[in-house]
């Protein structure tokens, strides 16, 4: 065999690879750490609030989550990585916690 046979060889090989490897980085999940946060939202009452336009800030205050909205039920759901957050809406507040897994919060909102 010449040199250059061996080398157009070798590339085919290293090409090959290449490809199978990539392929299979797409075929495999990609590693998260948002976890869904999912409930209802209430009013200091209890009541639930239908269509309530609401943000989320992270501890550090930085908003994370803008012009999320309960469906006509009082329901949300958000994603959000593990920490803790307060959900702002009007001049009323509450705190929440996201983990790894989905959790269920319903939120009370109270002024501060």
Known sequence: MTALKIVRSR???VGTALCII???ALCVP???NAAMVYGR???EAGRV???LTFSVEDSAGKTVKENEKTDDKGGY???L???IYRVKSGNKTAVI???SEPIRQDIHLRKP
């Open 11 to 13: 590339s085919r090989v």
């Open 81 to 83: 990585a593990p920490g």
């Open 30 to 32: 990609r590693q998260t």
């Open 77 to 79: 759901s958000i994603n």
């Open 49 to 51: 609030q239908p269509t």
């Open 41 to 43: 939202i209430l009013d």
């Open 97 to 99: 916690r996201s983990g």
């Open 22 to 24: 990539t392929a299979l």
